[in-house]
């Protein structure tokens, strides 16, 4: 006879007693903040919930947050625990207006929400954390680095009057380093592992059978091989001959460092020596090279092509000398001719063939087939329509080649389709990994294996959930498929000894968390800091809220905070910095500054200025040009903490005697007739606002330099025949519309006539 667990706040006949789930609860509740390692399918959500309901029932009126990655896992928890608790439940995520998400935060003892969300709320202080007797965090192996969960956890112990975490996770890696620093930013004193192969866990666990399928290389793909192969040891010849590495022997990996020490080695000279820049290059081309193995071994025919098609497009020196190369230029048309000749890779036909058999066994079966790019998802979708398998394929959100992504309510209606039997198969990219409620499926296909333990361990779990689960893995003999799958396999190995090594270090079970408050957060000044809404995604806010500033997010015209009438800081990485170079937006920005505020600053954060391909002369010009010619400092920081402490400092400055009424910027000030004009000819080809000052004296009026003839644009200083054939282009082409052919010649006639 079946029993069930009865509690004040759980449903009646909602939850199966399992002795497991229960010893597990009570061990978060005797020992503190924990992590719960085990496979999907134990039930992790179900300790959670029975956590919950203990903490709500000893701490009365107190809250239960529970945060997941994405969108679809957090209604996935809502349902859940509205299903399983008599208490109100709700969630929140960014498609929820602020207002409502205050009043929903106030109605409901059970909120489920994706951190970025929460982050927003708290730094916008619509509510405290203060009330929260319990934090979950799903996933929780994310908490590392930068991510939301870290800023979370360390703001819930400063403000929760009972604090408890618990993290749930089915793979928190295989690096100690990285086990111990989730443990350490999330305040976990204990982790629980719990495996398939434990006695009190085996009555209610399938197994899943792992199947490796070895594939050959056919000779068509062999040949274009051998092609990239020689390729690509006369290009790490050539690096060893340099002295860049020592032997050609070299993983991607391998390479990737290489080119960050010739990258560093650019960003710490005065004038790097042209040897970093061509071993840069030869790096980069290198690495094009080793991705174009990876999609012939691995993927096929198809998505190789499609890669070199993009290859083409690229401007960089990498691309234009693999596409010169000999060798290289030979697999190109290989490939080419392979694919006019409907050559697959062997894995297509084999990959089909257990479908269709699979199927034939069972019309209900379902399947996903995970593959790590949208080409390959495309190939094996076609393969399948071709071969009546009801196919669907699933991927995110991003476009990619023209491709719209799609979108959250398009995904949701895929899987709903698949539940409902429309299709028979999932064809995924790892989006379907985490996050995602996907049913559970009888069989997951992997079309290659992936160096990942956490990702192995996710897809294996999308299936035994009801029944016995399969999964097969795809694997081309003598290949990187073959170094990826062992290495996912030993990780998981070292993972699990990780995890029992730390288990073994006695840790107090009863260790109380105390943080004690930063020194600025005992200042008698609390600086009010106006932060513009683009800023909310570069965690400047989230070390501003740790400094104890009170921070007003608003959609500023000009800079990214604002801290008093007077004073506006511009915020740019190094990256940022560079790129606004190239497309020209630093000196529009640097004119808006010195129009808009009396006393403007831009920080300047990071240390990589001089690690991309522009010129460190040139990066030079530009800093030059926004101290001298614009009059703006420019404050260098190390990072984003260093950033938040700057502007705290400068806000304290100019707050320090009485906080005054701040004006915020809005819009912009209107342009004069003088910067219209300005506006109109810098607009033009290779213009900039000297020659655009110097066009305007000559010919008086904006009409008059619009009507000039390319010999009279040609009188003015700093215009040569290029630009003035251009200028005189751009005004007398006729507008061209996508597919219009006549506007094509009106263009090409226009071109015949200037000339």
Known sequence: MQKWITHPLIKDQKIESRLYQQVLAADVLKKGNSMIVAPTALGKTIVAVLVAAERIKNFKGSKVLILAPSKPLVVQHEESFREFLNVPATSLTGDIKPKDRIKRWDDHQIICATPQTIESDLISSRYTLEDVSLLVFDECHRGVGSYSYVYLAGKYQRESKNPLVLGLTASPGSVEDKI??????????????????????????????????????????????????????????????????????????????????AQNRISRSSNPPKKCYLAVSVLTAVINIMHSLELLETQGIITLDKYFERLRKKRTKAAKS???????????SLTKIARNNEVEHPKLPKLVKILKKELKNNDDSKIIVFTQFRDTVDNIFEKCIENDIKAVKFFGQAAKEGEKGLTQKEQKNVIKSFKMGVYDVLISTSVAEEGIDIPAVDLVILYEPVPSEIRMIQRRGRTGRKNKGKMYILITKGTRDEAYYWSSINKEHKMKKQLSKRIKRNIAPNEIVKIVPREDENQEIRPL?????????????????KLNAEIEVKSLAVADYQVSDEVAIERKTAKDFIGSIIDKRLYQQAKELVENFKKPVIILEGDELYSSFIHPNAVRGALASIAVDFGIPIIPT??????????VRIAIREQIHERPEIKIRTEKKPLTLYEQQLYIIESLPNIGPVTARKLLEEFGTVENVINASKSELKSVDGI?????LKIREVLSSGFIKIGNKESIKLTEMNKNDEQ
């Open 180 to 261: 111990n620093e989730v443990c350490e930013n999330l305040f976990i004193n204990d982790v629980i592992i719990k495996s398939e192969d434990d006695n009190d866990v085996v009555p209610y666990f399938n197994p899943v059978e792992v199947k490796w399928i070895k594939i050959e290389l056919n000779d068509d793909l062999k040949e274009i091989k051998k092609s990239i192969d020689i390729t690509l040891k006369a290009k790490l010849n050539t690096l060893k001959k340099m002295g860049i590495i020592k032997s050609i022997n070299m993983s991607k990996k391998d390479v990737l460092k290489a080119k960050a020490v």
């Open 322 to 332: 693999l596409l010169v190369d000999e060798n290289f230029k030979k697999a190109i």
């Open 529 to 545: 800091i106006y932060a513009d809404s683009r800023e909310g995604n570069s965690k400047v806010l989230r070390e501003l809220d």
């Open 638 to 647: 190390r990072s984003m903490e260093d950033t938040a402490a700057m502007i």
């Open 720 to 724: 040569g025949d290029k630009i003035a």
